[in-house]
């Protein structure tokens, strides 16, 4: 920081020095020339030393553009990876209830408006801070009425300034966040677009989108007017001065008051004095939009993270270990109301566990807590005794496979999918992997099996087929817990029992939390937990539940059941 | 460019009128510096009275006060002209995704389509702002500058125009030309980045647990060290670029006097002329001054152009013209002979697949995973279309009836159905615009979930986030339902409408929407049994075909 104050230093001095020699050499020579005293020689000699001056402002413009334009580069790079870094250690919760539109568009336009800020109005400050002064000093040794009428205008431009900065700020902070809007919504309706389409909505929404551009385009002209305004004060501020030294020159001159060199030096220099102020109100509204934008991306990166334990804690051995939730709580920042209280249980290593409850109960936000995307607001949830927030969390992810309502299939091939879950996994374990999730005869349906693309979101897949890969990569992944939410949704009842099959084998080797809607898939668990409200209602083996919700769904089943099978598969809370 | 051109022809007026502000700010600069070195020259030979140094300095002042007042309505005129360009080109940009069938449309990762709609439209306000309007008004400029110097002497006329075009025309088109390359690249990767975090922010949990975020990290390092290379080179062009218009702009004031002196020496031009003709050159750089940073982003702009035109050039397939309309009665449905699949790499999805559905009959349509289900319901709504094979609609082909027609007498839950990042209101206004109130609650409670929404604070009113990620699933599938019982069109087709459910609420909300939907054509795709004792008919999805699973489950 020290390197960049003095630099900016040197920047502003050195040109203010250039610019008050080249007006000297200038005004000799137009001096010379004109009251017709100079001979060839002296004025070749002064034509040369101003090419000189002329080169080293060319070479002082250029290195200064540079360098500062590769600081933006480094700054808006680093910003770039904080964000990210941040984003991921926040995880998900914490980014849940946010427009991901908003969120890129800070991370794009608004860290593309941070190099305006430092590479264009930054430099443009120093420039601003030492070049009058050096004009100034030179002017006020050179003729005290011009400094004298300089001093007038001067401080009447930071008066100004402050008065339209102060609304420009409110107005640019506005408009920065309109346009946030404007791609969120934009990528909410292209997202949606099908869903538009069928109610005949997609070509109104063309309208919507006109509003928010419009709304866009007036608060950026609204911002554009006040830096327009701060501009034209300063230009009428500089020219306005300017006017009354070249009379003051003048008549000064025409009563032989002043020599005409100095007369013509201080008319070169007086437009240079107010030249940083006039270029900086130019540059006024890409300083306003770089802080605006920097604005937004502390918000972002200020935003705490949910889950807020830093522990470096590993356990030893390979799991699985016992795990325990200790009368957890958890409240949402933005909702007062309790997502889950007093949730209290202990789960032996290598057992089932599946979470039942109406829609709505806190289901998906527990297993979110087990993931480790946040600390209980109440409560503790051990593993081994050791609470998960002293855990290296880091490690804890490790330890623990998802698979989650609506599986992300990432851009690329099957095989690309696949191999995140264990990048070392050979052709056969692949094999087997898909074989478990019972995939393998889906591939062979695609002519180019596992390296079918698969596009965002996976979007060729069906929605059994994902459930299907993510649970091939948890087979891959072989980790000691493992949390299934809804694993069995979209599935048909053959898939499903399949599913469960592969339940029971990785119960072998891992201690399995599901969230289910399916008596079937209930009923292969050790322990079922009912959960209503966000609180626990029943906890017990399946065969001795007595919560209504649980006996209704049996009930049902059981007189269903009759027919090939279909028993299994009813549907619980 | 042309394009451009093209889309300023409404606003014409607009664009002349800065333009001519943008001239007059030059002229108004020049016209103040070289008054202003006329008045000190003038007042040096001092004249018998002072009366007549009496122009020159209203003139000054004149000059002084027009060049501030000026510049602010040149700059206001060409920023709103661009603005409203912009805004256009926002709009188009939709109009022509809108129409693309989902299987083109897919093809572009929300991500990147994101990218065209911000990040490079705002880069396009450049291409008038920063490209065009300056041209002109540089073009502008530099005759008048000459045509001033003209004036003094033809040589120093002469001088300026020659520097003033090489400077400001061919010197920043040659630096632009150098780093085309990294121009266009960088642009390309912006929309990468953009595609990424798309990626990024929605699948974070599967990231984080299939520990894919130091995989993250490592291709935005890789990512931003390629971003850093493009950069720095162009910074260093922009370095040059600041260095010569520095160098220029004092070089041509430079040139001028080297000229003006040797014309004094030898006794061709006043000593009066010589001040003016060196203030003249020092303002008259002004002209030219913003294009050598305005070609640098030439590439920038070139691509930020072709990405977003590719879109709003993009046309859809001319449809034969629509002959029938249907009424608002329940059809007779028939798929007949069916085949399909997505693409030729991918397999069949349907072999020559037959199905009624009839009106009052609701059919529960049965099928493993990936069978074909939703791709049933993707072509009844005409997202895609069959290789061969009909469907009729009363018997008349699907091709006959127009796009909008058609999905006017449909209501469909997907599998996936996208809520809007709004309210509860304007996700179920969607379905009916003109709704009351009345049945807005009307439609929550027959799929119960009228009594949740009561103990919301805001209500319908409550904003229900990203993806309406404040819901959970089985509320998401319910408000989706919801929206289809307000559409109330005479056809439903229920993509596992109850998933996420349990089974006394799922046979609940279904009992409901079937009393709703009696009499209208429905098909209800399911993976479980809860529709027992709710429908009759059911068919299963197997091998491309429907077969009647009670036939099917007698017969082997």
Known sequence: MRHLASAVAALGLTTGVLIVLEAGLIAQIVARVYLGQGSDSAL?????????????????????????LNLSTTVQSVIRQRLLTHVLEAGPL?????????????????VDHLEMFLARYLPQIALTAFVPLVIGIQVASTDWISAGLLLITLPLIPVFMTLIGRRAKTVTDRRFAHLGRLGAHFLDVVQGLETLKLFGQSQRQAKAIADAAETFRTSTMASLRLAFMSGMVLELLASLSMAMIAVAVGIRLLGGHIAFERAVFLLILVPDFYAP????????????????????IYTWLDRPSLARGQGHRRLSGRGPWPLTLCDVGFTYPEYPAPALQGVHFSLPARRVLAIIGPSGSGKSTLLALLLGFSDPTRGEITVDSVPLAQLDRQWWRTQVAFIGQSPYLFFGTIADNLRMANPDADADRIAWALEKAHLDDTLKRFPHGLNTVIGENGVRLSGGERQRLALARAFLQARPFVVMDEPSAHLDSRTEQALLEGIGQLKQQSTVVLVTHRLASARVADRVLVLVNGAVAELGSPDHLTHPFYRQARAFAEREGTGEGGGSDALLG | MRSWVERLIPYKWWAIVGLTLGM????????????AAYL???AAQHPSTILLLWVPIVGVRAFGTARGVLRYGDRYFSHDVTFRLLKDLRVRLYQALEPLPPDIFRRYPSGDLLARFGADIETLQNAYLGLLSPLLIAIGGIALASGMGWMLSSAIGGVLLVSLSAAGLWLPWHMARVTQGAGRQLVIGRAQLTARWVDWIYGLADILTLDQDASAVRWHEAFQAHWRTLSRRINRLKGWIAACNEGLQHGIAWLVLWVAVRLATSHHLPGLDVVVAVFLALASFEAIRPLAGAFSMRAEIAEATARVEHLVQSTVLDEPAAIWRPDPRPPRIEVAQLWFRYTSQEPWVFQGANLTLLPGEPTVLLGESGSGKSSLIALLVRFYRPQSGQLLYDGHPWPHIADFDLLRNVGVVNQHPHLFATTLRQNLLLARPGASEEDLWSALDGVQLADGVHKLPQGLDTVIGDHGSTLSGGQQKRLALARVWLKDAPVWLLDEPTEGLDIPLARVVMAAVLRHAAGKTLLWVSHDHSYRGLVDRVMELADGCFVDPHHQGTGG
């Open chain 1, 44 to 68: 070749t000699a002064r034509l040369i030393a101003l090419w000189g001056v002329v080169m080293l402002r060319a070479l002082v413009a250029g290195v200064a553009e540079t360098l500062s």
């Open chain 1, 94 to 110: 914490a980014w849940n209830h946010e427009h991901a539109g908003d969120l890129i568009n800070t991370v794009i336009t608004g």
């Open chain 2, 40 to 42: 000190i020259a003038k």
């Open chain 2, 24 to 35: 007059l700010t030059i002229a108004a600069n020049l016209g103040l510096t070289s008054t």
């Open chain 1, 277 to 296: 102020w006039r270029a900086l109100g130019a540059k006024f509204h890409d300083g306003l939009n770089g802080l605006s934008a920097s604005r937004t």
